[in-house]
């Protein structure tokens, strides 16, 4: 999952940072509204943090733009602005959920998880669940019939990035533009190791391999 | 109460009717003035006529009856005359046997004299020196027509003046609406402005409204903006403050702390607390109360996003309703409002299994909104202690809670109370009656 953080202040988002990395998220971080106006429509993200008190130009117009121009990825804003009349102008700016300022780190991970659940259109439930999997995203752990697999940082994001597009057929390109922030080297052989990985613990069947074309995440769905 | 109607009509009616009366007597004097200086020309000829028909006679002066006009033969006909001369003295027949108190030094007498038949009499005395002798001549006219004609005259112009009076009190009342109207729509505005109907009293005035009009209007706006401008720095300061809380809220879950758990646990203490402490005050500082007077809520504009806001945050299958009065407009500050509806219908949110309801009725003398649940709600034995808890800031140190410290500080400042009951749906009701500002005028 690549996720874009818009946040000015540099100690919470070196935080926000660690924190994100550890739940596998791979994010790129901006500190200049007009930065995050250009980046957060050309890059693909799955979900953007944005705070609102920005320089360069104020959160709710960024989000306002990204909008008009028909971007449709989740925003979550993170602002210690926390009015209610404040809450309602995020929500009609287009957020999608709206978290204040301070708040316990654990709660924006569920809020990343429940946002990024609902945007692909799957139920709100406490585990991720897709493939006859169920993947436990706090522990970093997969069950397949009550049968507990650890998994590598790398294989959870793959799996997790896998388990929220079921049936849909992705591209090795795609999977590391989602899986990788903007600075790391892409090497797509990595990715093809990881898949290896995770069908000798989860089983061949679940990722179909299309030559030439990419993977296919769901078996016989 | 005092009203610039009545005490221009009173002022205008007292200086007419003032004026009126004194120009009616002066000008009846002056014409009483006029008309005694011709009748004293008039007697004076007529004594003269007198003079020339004393002729003399055998033994001195002779009256010549034939030359003696004969309205001084007819009895009491208002023409008399007495002539004395040395010893002798001659009365006209009309008089007969009255005898009135002549004047006794020449020219007009100085009042009326009393004449035959309650006749008040004019009467005029002249003096001739004739072959040395001196002759004394008074005449009288009656003066009681003169009298009478004045009288009328007063009660025709007493009329006039009344009808006048009248006339011009209705033109003056007609006026005086026309030159009010404006400030009548100046009243009427304010009291919407007060209704929290408008937010600005509008500009079409005349002159001598124009500047109190566009003062009232600035204030408006000034104070508008010292609000928006005070909000803003707090949302300034609350982002400088919340911020560092954040980042320090992260550092307490860092690996190296679980070590040392007392220390974890003590640091996270502190920090809510501060957290608490500066969300509530920060809020609390941002509440307009009722500075402004065109405050005003819209319900149908305003809930909807309220709600998908509830709904967004709550991410789960609540039924949120609410009903309200047609054209709902609650004449409090908007953000307040807000804020008071969105905790108390979090808190409901937080709660509730399936359904919660936000209902609003106008009354007589306020408004009561009343929000229900679906969910456990709170004990009667509770409720006193939860209700006690929100007061107490510093006891308070659990974010959960029901968060209503905020919300008994904006009804602290609209007089506002609440209750807690058992809903119909089953779970917590919460009953608030806000009574209706008093406006500042009338």
């Known amino acids: ?221 | 109460m005092r009203s610039i109607q009545r005490s221009l009509s009173l002022g205008l009616v007292a200086a007419l009717v003032i004026l009126s009366l004194l120009l009616l007597q002066t000008s009846l004097w002056l014409f009483e003035a006029g008309l005694r200086r011709t009748l004293a020309t008039d007697l004076r000829d007529e004594t003269e006529g007198l003079l020339i028909a004393l002729v003399p006679g055998g033994d001195g002066v002779q009256l010549d009856a034939q030359r003696i006009n004969p309205r001084y033969q007819r009895a009491f006909s208002g023409h008399y005359f007495r002539i004395d001369v040395a010893d002798r003295t001659w009365r006209s027949r009309s008089l007969w046997d009255v005898d009135p108190a002549w004047p006794s030094s020449a020219g007009l007498s100085d009042g009326l004299i009393d004449g035959p038949q309650s006749q008040r009499l004019m009467a005029y005395r002249a003096e001739y020196q004739r072959d040395g002798e001196i002759i004394h001549i008074s005449v009288a006219q009656d003066y009681t027509p003169v009298l009478d004609s004045f009288a009328q005259v007063r009660l025709g112009g007493f009329g006039l003046v009344l009808l006048f009076v009248l006339i011009l009190v209705l033109l003056q009342r007609y006026a005086v609406k026309a030159a009010l109207r404006p400030l009548e729509q100046a009243r009427q505005q304010v009291a919407q402005l007060q209704q929290g109907q408008r937010q600005q009293l509008e500009v079409r005035a005349p002159v001598e409204l124009q500047p109190l009009i566009e003062q009232i209007n600035h204030l408006l706006s000034h104070t508008d903006n010292t609000l928006k401008r005070s909000r803003h720095a707090l949302g300034n300061l609350g982002h400088a403050l919340k911020t560092p809380l954040a980042v320090l809220g992260s550092l307490v879950q860092r690996e190296e702390l679980s070590a040392h758990p007392v220390l974890r646990r003590r640091l996270k203490e502190q920090l809510s607390q501060i957290q608490h402490r500066v969300s509530r005050e920060l809020t609390r500082a941002r509440l307009a109360g009722d500075v402004l007077p065109g405050a005003h809520f819209d319900c149908a504009a305003e809930l909807p996003p309220l709600l998908d806001t509830l709904r967004m945050i709550h991410q789960r299958d609540i039924a949120l309703r609410w009903t309200a009065p047609p054209a709902c407009r609650l004449p409090w500050d908007r953000e307040d409002m807000l804020e008071l509806l969105g905790n108390l219908l979090d808190n409901a949110c937080k709660w509730a299994r399936s359904a919660v309801t936000l209902t609003i009725a106008e009354e007589a003398d306020g408004y009561r909104l009343l929000i229900e649940d679906d969910g456990p709600g709170i004990e009667f034995a509770e409720r006193a202690r939860v209700l006690e808890r929100g007061t107490r800031l510093d006891q308070h140190v659990d974010g959960q809670g029901l968060g209503l410290g905020i919300v008994r500080d904006i009804l602290a400042a609209w007089h506002g109370e609440l209750s807690l009951g058992t809903s119909a749906l089953g779970g917590l009701s919460v009953h608030i009656r806000l009574p209706r500002s008093q406006p500042a005028l009338g």
Not at chain 1, 42 to 47: A, G, H, N, Q, R
Request: proline share 4%; hydrophobic share 40%; aromatic share 6%.
């Open chain 1, 1 to 221: 999952m690549r996720l874009l953080l818009v946040e000015d202040n540099v100690p919470l988002a070196d935080e926000l940072l660690a924190s994100l990395s550890r739940q596998g998220y791979a994010t790129d971080w901006l500190a200049d509204g007009r930065d995050a106006d250009y980046q957060g429509s050309s890059e693909p993200y799955d979900l953007i943090i944005l705070d609102l008190g920005l320089p360069g130009k104020p959160g709710l117009e960024v989000l306002r733009d990204w909008r008009a121009r028909g971007l449709a990825t989740p925003v979550l804003i993170l602002t210690a602005r926390g009015s209610w009349a404040e809450r309602i102008e995020g929500l009609k700016a287009g957020a999608d959920d709206y978290l204040t300022k301070p708040f316990h780190p654990e709660e924006l991970l569920l809020r990343i998880q429940g946002l990024l659940r609902r945007a692909h259109g799957l139920a709100n439930q406490p585990l991720l669940q897709a493939g006859g999997l169920e993947l436990d995203e706090s522990r970093q752990l997969c069950r397949k019939q009550d049968q507990e697999i650890e998994l590598t940082a790398g294989e959870f994001r793959l799996l997790r990035y896998f388990m929220l597009h079921p049936g849909q057929l992705l591209s090795k390109s795609q999977l590391a533009e989602h899986l990788y922030d903007g600075e790391t080297e892409r090497d797509s052989n990595v990715i093809e190791v990881h898949i290896n990985r995770l069908r000798g613990k989860l089983g061949r069947e679940l990722f179909e391999t299309r030559r030439g074309q990419g993977y296919r995440f769901g078996g016989a769905a």
